[in-house]
Every structure is written in structure tokens, then in C-alpha cells.
């Protein structure tokens, strides 16, 4: 754990669409520290996937539009760079895998061929090196026959496979930060443990810094470092993994752990949090959660929380903890 | 017997058939349904400006009789050959007849083989590609092979042909035509039915022991109906060009009849130095076929159950 | 290996279709009126040749029986015999082909070297002013009747400005190149006269060009919207999070999917176009294909229709059949 590498200031991005303007992220601070696994976790729809793609500028304008904020990457604001030096990154400093493994990669060309693709584009190397690269990284992943799997298209490899190639690829150019969206949500359960323990053994190897993204907050716990929860396109919370399961800070990550089922607990019925996702053409006024809060205080519905540190690395937006409020 | 005013029960209303209850139901959700379609198309504007060309050339047919400055088939040897000018818009063709009316008189006619060749096709082809649909297996492999064969002619050559064998007449190019679009909506439909056969309400339909053609009349056959209208819109257009080509080549309408493309096949005799004769007839053939396919476009896409929300 | 078994298998479902379609060429030729030995035999024939002809034809034998001879003979390439010509159908065919296999490549190049582009750039600038130029072409395409197009084309290139000639393949005073391939832009090289080369093609680009407006306004559309739903597919998105630029994404990675659904409706235009080259021919006086069976029509020369018909059916068959092996080199899947 060294130097900040990632720094997400005050991102705000909003969704042009017939129904209205959707305000998908508003006020979003994070970092990401080298060779750090920081888990990003909330319900689908929080917002998740678009914090990721905006690091990589992949939202499609239109209908998107990043209205406010900046992402420093070793100390470059990556949202005013040009389109060639975006590219340059990409791919090669900091990586994206995907939710489907069935979908992400192109069902015409082969495994090696796409793979080889992005090693000789940024690594600038023969096709025979880039070859060789790509069988020792798929090697390192742990698939069987790595030189067979380079001639195979997508659909005949499984699911567990594709997402291992896709890892494969991705840190071929051993980049710096990967971000992975929900890598294994679209896995069975045995798949996922193979994938992720690949996943962590071959980040901690390279140093590089992970981003994971999942609402499944089992996998958090096991594999990050730090985690943040988001809600509705703000950040609620920000803390060591461990101290964020054994004290909450904020109230929806509270309710969040208590919805979880566990297997030490009798047969109560589930704690849910009432209530339901707001919808984010028309978010609720100050903090969005309010509504949903059995810990409201007066300033909750007019003003948006600021981001506090009551515990030294532990971050929280939320009223409660503003001074004079409860510690 | 009741004990106290709460507990006085109301009568039960008397359900028939469930069946007649869904059906019912239905009714009310598509007259809605209907009423959200027409506030989408009338948002939308090539729906409007197809429709728009539509109702112009439907006018022009109703009124011909009315409105159009001479008799379509009133000679006047003196006036042969005249360039469009005050007194004859279009200008008149080989034997003084005006070609404005006759192009007024025209539209009655081509909108007429586009209705007729659609509603033969279209019910034709409806009721054999949801029957081939439903009752799948054999009857679905052999039905649909045969029109297979049909769709492998394009579509002008096999019209040609029936046209030809049948005899060179309006009515025969009709037939032809329509025949040639029967696999179109067949196609179509039996895609429907494959995907309705399997929900709930035809099971429960099964169950209550409906017979297999009152389940494609009362069950299959309206769930497809948004996508026949939308295919109708198309086909129409359709409809109009081939039978035009047909009656170009000489095997539709006949002379004196001011249909489109026969005027046109004559005109072109004369297309070097009177212009007119063959311009103006395709103009409209044009112009409405753009009509019906705009509009069915615009429906194909405000019907789409994605764009729908 | 697998894409044998693919094609195999494509050819075993064609057999009933090929099939299907003599047998419908077979019935609409029994339902013409008339008398076939007496249009062969003609007017001032007497009973007895009649009938001897009529038996000779085979035309008093049950209809499953004449089927089969009907079948057999196709099969040994008898399309039967034109009235009009007094000479086999299948001659006649030989001598028109070339002309209509000349206008046919020759349209269907310009549909897609103008088609596949446009097509591209409309998905590309979504919803600007070149899509909704290309969109407002489109409509008319499909719309257009192909034979008004040819004359007003005819009006404004020929007689308004004097440009481009009005009919046939060649200007009236010149013989046409050594016969090789039939095809007069390649014999004209071939033979190294460059003068009728010139006039072969001022001669073929109305026609070329009227007969491909339909099929282009097709193509454009269904490159433009299949290269919209690649477009917006995940891995295209992977690709650009890999860093590829934008135009390695578009002529690579989208193209190749999006060719599939453009090479089906291509191969089924090809089909589409020989119908269309009916009307064509006629209005520029082509000596194709097309314009003999239009003159056979105005005839009524019911062989040659019915033989023409028939040849069409089956170039149309076998072309969706190459169309669907093309599909599965292009898309990977197919081959299971």
C-alpha cells in the first residue's frame, strides 16, 4: 500500500433520456491506493458501473455527460485528456473486465486473436512475441492447453473459462489499476471462487491495484482491502474491510448487513430496509437516503451530507456523525 | 345466514366461462392500448406525414368522381398531345384525354389492389401461418416448405407468370399479386403463433376444452393482429408497384383503364417529346407507395414492445 | 469438417424446394388457357397434325405422368420450345444471359461499393443531417417504381442533356468485341479496344444505375441498422476499454458481425435484381434475359415465360443456398 494512484474528486454525471435527466452521480470522492483491493459496493442501480466506466471515460455522450469533478491518475486528470491519450491508457495502465463473460468478448474472431490485439497495440511487439505473451498470461490463469485456447472462438470456451481469458487479457499489459465490474456475478458459485482467488493471487503478484465492484458483499469481505458502499449515486461510506463489518457508521450499511442471511443466526425473518431505491430523475432532496432512514435527523432531507472522517480512515456521509451530532 | 352487518355476504356476480372473462378483458386493454398507439404516432412525423399522403390519395380516389376536371375516358381528338397548361394541368395524352383526371381516376384503382391484395393475402396468410404455427410437426414442415417454394421466385417473376397464364386482366393481376404475398404474412404469423402457443391462457383454454381452430380464431389470431396491420401498411405499397409493373408490361389493367402503369407503358412511347404522359403517373405511384411505407414504419416502431417503455 | 456437414446439410433441404418449384412452374403452366399443340402447330394446321402433335408433346398422357417427363426433361436442360423464335427456350436463354449476368454484377458492385459505406457512416453520424439524408433515400428506394425511374432518367441524361445513350449495349454502328466471355466491359479489355470499352460502359451505367437504386436503398438500411446494434453490443465496449480506436472498432470489430444480416439481404437481392432487370431491360432496350421474356409476354410465347420463370426460381435457389455457406465462414457459431 503505497501512494494514492486513483483520485475520484466530486464526479457528478447525468443521463439525458426521454423521461427526464437522470443525476446517476453526484459528489463522488474516492481513492484508490497502489496495490490496494478496494471493493465498491450497493444494490443495482446505485451507480457502480457508471463510476467505473467514467474512469475510463466509456460513457457514450450522448446520452451521458460527466457535468462536474475530476479523476486524477498518477497525478493526470484523466477526464481532460485527448482521445489518443485516453486510448493509450487503456487497456494498458488501467484495465476493465466485465459482468458477462458471454457478451464481452467479439463472438467472430478468436480468443488469441483478440487477445493478441491489444498486447501488440500497446506493448508494440511482434506477433510472435505478443503469442508468447498471451499463452504465458493465460498460463498464469490457470487454463488448461493455453496454445489450443488462443485458436478457440468465445462460445466454445464455458463461462468460468471466458472470464479467465478475459483476465488474461486485460493484464497482459500488466496494468497499474484494473477495474472489474461484477467479474463473477454471472458465474456459478464454484466458478467464482476459482475466478476470484486467480484474480487475487495474480493482482497481489503484479502490485497492481484493483477497483471491484459487487453487490455481493460475502466476496467483498473475503477479497478487499478497503471497501466503499454507494447508494443512489452517492458514496455512504468508506472504511477497512474489517471495521466496516464490525461497525457500520452509516445507516443503509448497517441495514445492508443486517439483510444479509446468516448461517449462526436462528430462523428469524429477515431485517430488510423499507422502502425502496429512489428513482434518479427526481432524487429525494439532501441526502437519498433519507427517506429510507430510521435514523433521520433535521438536516437530513435539505441538506446533501458532507464526507467526515470520525474514524481515522474511515469516511462516512452522513448527519449524524456532523459535529454536535452523535460520535 | 347472516349474523351481523359485517358479515352479510354479496352475492358472488356470476362468472361464465373464464374464458369469456379474459376475452372480455382483453377487449378493454386494447382499446386502451389502441388509444396509446394514435398518441404515439401522432408524436411521431413520418407517421403523421405518411398518413397525411395516405388520406390525400384516398380523398383524391372517393372524389374523382367529383373533382376531376374532365372525363377520364372522354376523347377529343383536337386536344391530342397538349403540355400541361391551364386548362389540363397534367396535359393530355395520345387521344385528348385529360391526364389529370385520369391519374385521379388512377388512384381509385391502385389503392384498390393494394386493399384487395392485402386482405386476400393478408387473411389468407394469416389464417395458414397461425394454423401452421399451432398445430406444428408435420402440418408446420409441409406448409411451410410450400411456401418456401413460393418465396423463391422474386416476387414480380412468379406474378408475371400467374398473369400470364391467367390472362391479362386487372382482376388476374390481382389474384397474382396476391398470391405471390400470401408466404409473406404466412411467415410472419406462424412466428407469432409459435410464441403465443405456449402461454398460459391457450393452455387453460386447452383445458377447458376449446377446439383447436376456435383456439386460432378466438386466441392466436388477435395476438397478432398490431403485426399484420403493420405488414399490411407494407405490403400495401408493395402491392401497388408490382401490379403498376404488371400492368407496364401488359399483363394488368387494360386500355381505356387510367391505371398508373399502363399509363405510363403507353407514355413511354411518346416520352421523348411529351414529357408529361409518363411523368405524372409515376409521380404518384411514387409519392403514395412512400405513403404506405413511411407509415408502416413509423407503426412497425411505435408498436415495438421495446420502444413502448 | 463441420462446414461440410453445414452444407450438406443446406443441400438436402433444397431438394424439395427445387422440387416445388418445378412442380408450381408445372401447374401454372397447365393453368394457361388455350391450346399448347395448336399455338405450336399454329392456326392453319389441320386436326390431324394437331393431334399428332398433341400426342407427340405427350399432352394427352394424365398430368402426374406429364410431370415427370416434364422433370426428366428439364434435368437433360430441355426448358421447352419457343413459339416465337421456332427454336429451344434454352438457346434463346444462352444467347440473352450474358447481357442480363452483365447488368446484374454490374448493379449489384454499385449497390455495394455505394451501399456498404453509406450504410456505415449513416450508423456512425446516428440521427445527423447524412443519416437523415440517406434515410430520406432509402424510403424512396424501396418506394421508387423502377421503371418510371429508367425513363425519368432516360428524360434528363439522355434527352435533356445528351450525355449517356438511351438503349443497347453499344452505340448502333459498332460491332460488338470477340465473344468471350459475353460480357462486353471485360471483352472490350480483353480484345484491347478501348473505344468500345468506353462505350460498353457509357452504355451500362443508366441501367446499372436504375436497376441497383432499389437494392442500394435496402442495403444502406440494413448495414446502417445492424451496424447500430453492434454497435451498442458489450464486447464492442471491451474493445474500446482495451483501447482500440475507433476506427479499428468500426471496420474490424463491427463490421465482420454486422455482415451477416447484409450478406443474407445482398444474396437475396441478387434474386430480387433479375426480377427487377425485367423492367429495366424493357425501358433501355437491354437484349437481355429480362427484356426477352417481356417480349414473350406481349407474344404470348408460354414456353419461353414458363422457362424463363423456372430458370430464375433455381438461379435464386442456389444463390440463398451460397449465401447461407458464406454465412457460416462469417459467423463461427453457425458451424456448431
Known amino acids: ?327 | 345466514m347472516a349474523v351481523n352487518g359485517a358479515q352479510r355476504s354479496i352475492p358472488e356476480p356470476i362468472t361464465l366461462n373464464p374464458l369469456f372473462d379474459e376475452f372480455r378483458k382483453q377487449y378493454a386493454w386494447q382499446i386502451r392500448e389502441l388509444l396509446f398507439t394514435i398518441r404515439l404516432l401522432r408524436r411521431n412525423p413520418s407517421a403523421v406525414a405518411g398518413f397525411v399522403i395516405i388520406v390525400a390519395m384516398v380523398l383524391m380516389a372517393l372524389t374523382a368522381p367529383l373533382l376531376a376536371p374532365y372525363n377520364p375516358i372522354q376523347l377529343s381528338l383536337v386536344d391530342r398531345l397538349n403540355p400541361p397548361c391551364m386548362a389540363h394541368f397534367f396535359g393530355t395524352d395520345e387521344l385528348g384525354r385529360d391526364i389529370l383526371s385520369r391519374v385521379m381516376y388512377g388512384a381509385r384503382i391502385s389503392l384498390w389492389i393494394g386493399v384487395v391484395v392485402v386482405l386476400i393475402a393478408g387473411g389468407l396468410g394469416a389464417v395458414i401461418g397461425a394454423v401452421s404455427g399451432y398445430l406444428g410437426k408435420g402440418v408446420d414442415n409441409l406448409i411451410m416448405r410450400v411456401m418456401d417454394v413460393i418465396l423463391s421466385f422474386p416476387p414480380l417473376v412468379l406474378a408475371m407468370a400467374l398473369a400470364a397464364a391467367l390472362g391479362p386482366s386487372l382482376n388476374n393481376a390481382i389474384l397474382a399479386v396476391a398470391f405471390v404475398m400470401i408466404p409473406k404474412f404466412a411467415r410472419m404469423v406462424r412466428g407469432e403463433a409459435l410464441a403465443v402457443k405456449e402461454r398460459q391462457f391457450i393452455t387453460a383454454a386447452r383445458a377447458s376444452g376449446a377446439g383447436r381452430f376456435w383456439i386460432v380464431r378466438h386466441h392466436i389470431l388477435p395476438n397478432c393482429f398490431s403485426s399484420v396491420i403493420v405488414l399490411g401498411t407494407l405490403i400495401l405499397g408493395e402491392a401497388i408497384l408490382i401490379a403498376a409493373s404488371l400492368s407496364f408490361i401488359g399483363l394488368g389493367a387494360q386500355p381505356p383503364t387510367p391505371e398508373w402503369g399502363a399509363m405510363i407503358s403507353v407514355g413511354r412511347k411518346f416520352l421523348m417529346d411529351q414529357w408529361w404522359y409518363a411523368t405524372f403517373p409515376g409521380l404518384f405511384i411514387l409519392v403514395t407507395v412512400i405513403g404506405f411505407n413511411i407509415f408502416g414504419d413509423a407503426l412497425r416502431d411505435v408498436l415495438d414492445p421495446r420502444i413502448r417503455r | ?336
Request: one cysteine or more; glycine letters at 8%.
Open chain 3, 1 to 336: 469438417m463441420h462446414i461440410l456437414s453445414y452444407v450438406l446439410k443446406r443441400l438436402m433441404y433444397l431438394i424439395p424446394v427445387l422440387i416445388g418449384v418445378t412442380l408450381l412452374v408445372f401447374v401454372i403452366a397447365h393453368a394457361i388457357p388455350g391450346d399448347p399443340a395448336r399455338m405450336m402447330a399454329g392456326q392453319k394446321a389441320s386436326r390431324e397434325a394437331v393431334e399428332n402433335l398433341r400426342r407427340a408433346m405427350g399432352l394427352d398422357r394424365p398430368l402426374p405422368e406429364q410431370y415427370l417427363r416434364y422433370l426428366t426433361g428439364l434435368l437433360q436442360g430441355d426448358l421447352g420450345f419457343s413459339i416465337r423464335n421456332q427454336r429451344p427456350v434454352r438457346e434463346d436463354m444462352r444467347d440473352f444471359f450474358p447481357a442480363t449476368l452483365e447488368l446484374s454484377l454490374t448493379s449489384m458492385l454499385l449497390c455495394v461499393s455505394v451501399g456498404l459505406p453509406l450504410g456505415i457512416v449513416s450508423a456512425i453520424w446516428r440521427n445527423r443531417p447524412i443519416d437523415h439524408a440517406s434515410r430520406v433515400f432509402s424510403v424512396f428506394g424501396v418506394s421508387m417504381p423502377v421503371f418510371w425511374l429508367g425513363l425519368m432518367l432516360l428524360l434528363l441524361f439522355y434527352r435533356q442533356l445528351g450525355w449517356l445513350p438511351g438503349s443497347g449495349r453499344l452505340d448502333i454502328g459498332i460491332d460488338p468485341p470477340a465473344h468471350v466471355t459475353g460480357l462486353y466491359l471485360i471483352d472490350t479489355l480483353l480484345e484491347g479496344s478501348t473505344g468500345k470499352f468506353g462505350n460498353a460502359v457509357a452504355h451500362i451505367i443508366l441501367p446499372a444505375f436504375c436497376l441497383s437504386y432499389v437494392y442500394l436503398a435496402i442495403i444502406t438500411r440494413i448495414v446502417r441498422s445492424s451496424m447500430i446494434s453492434v454497435m451498442g453490443l458489450d464486447f464492442i465496449t471491451t474493445a474500446r476499454a482495451n483501447g482500440i480506436s475507433e476506427v479499428v472498432i468500426i471496420l474490424k470489430h463491427c463490421l465482420k458481425n454486422s455482415l451477416i444480416p447484409t450478406v443474407t439481404i445482398t444474396g437475396l437481392s441478387i434474386g430480387e435484381l433479375l426480377g427487377g432487370a425485367i423492367l429495366t431491360e424493357t425501358i433501355f432496350n437491354w437484349p437481355g434475359m429480362g427484356k426477352y421474356v417481356v417480349d414473350s409476354v406481349n407474344f404470348l410465347d408460354f414456353p419461353a415465360i414458363m422457362g424463363f420463370t423456372l430458370v430464375v426460381a433455381l438461379a435464386y435457389v442456389m444463390i440463398n443456398l451460397a449465401v447461407d455457406v458464406m454465412y457460416a465462414f462469417l459467423d463461427p457459431q453457425i458451424r456448431y
Open chain 1, 1 to 327: 500500500m503505497g501512494a494514492t494512484l486513483l483520485e475520484i474528486k466530486d464526479l457528478a454525471v447525468q443521463f439525458f433520456t426521454y423521461q427526464g435527466t437522470v443525476r446517476a452521480l453526484e459528489g463522488v470522492s474516492l481513492t484508490v491506493q497502489q496495490g490496494e483491493i478496494l471493493g465498491l459496493v450497493g444494490e443495482t442501480g446505485c451507480g457502480k458501473s457508471v463510476l467505473a466506466r467514467c474512469v475510463l471515460r466509456l460513457i457514450a455522450d450522448p446520452p451521458g455527460k460527466i457535468t462536474a469533478g475530476e479523476i486524477r491518475f498518477k497525478g493526470r486528470d484523466l477526464l481532460k485528456l485527448g482521445r489518443r491519450e485516453i486510448r493509450q491508457i487503456r487497456g494498458n495502465e488501467i484495465s476493465m473486465i466485465f459482468q458477462e463473460p458471454m457478451s464481452s468478448l467479439n463472438p467472430v474472431f478468436t480468443v488469441g486473436n483478440q487477445m493478441m490485439e491489444v498486447v501488440i497495440l500497446h506493448q508494440r511487439v511482434g506477433r510472435d512475441e505478443a503469442r508468447r505473451i498471451c499463452v504465458d498470461m493465460l498460463r498464469q490463469v490457470k487454463m488448461p492447453d493455453p496454445e489450443q485456447v488462443l485458436a478457440k472462438y468465445p462460445h466454445e470456451l464455458s463461462g468460468g473459462m471466458r472470464q479467465r481469458a478475459m483476465i488474461a487479457m486485460e493484464l497482459a499489459c500488466r496494468p497499474d489499476l484494473l477495474l472489474a465490474d461484477e467479474p463473477t456475478t454471472a458465474l456459478d458459485v464454484t466458478v467464482q471462487a476459482q475466478v476470484l482467488s486467480i484474480l487475487e493471487e495474480l493482482t497481489r503478484q503484479s502490485g497492481a491495484a484493483v477497483l471491484f465492484i459487487s453487490h455481493d458483499l460475502g466476496v467483498i469481505a473475503q477479497l478487499c482491502d478497503r471497501v466503499a458502499v454507494m447508494y443512489a449515486g452517492h458514496i455512504a461510506e468508506i472504511a477497512p474491510v474489517a471495521e466496516l463489518f464490525a461497525s457500520p457508521l452509516h445507516p443503509y450499511t448497517s441495514g445492508l448487513l443486517q439483510a444479509i442471511p446468516r448461517i449462526d443466526e436462528g430462523k428469524a425473518a429477515l431485517k430488510v430496509i423499507p422502502g425502496a431505491v429512489p428513482g434518479l430523475i427526481d432524487p429525494p432532496r439532501g441526502c437519498r437516503f433519507h427517506p429510507r432512514c430510521g435514523q433521520r435527523l433535521a438536516p437530513c432531507d435539505r441538506e446533501v451530507p458532507a464526507f467526515l472522517e470520525p474514524a481515522p480512515g474511515h469516511c462516512v456521509a452522513c448527519h449524524l456523525y456532523a459535529s454536535g451530532g452523535r460520535g
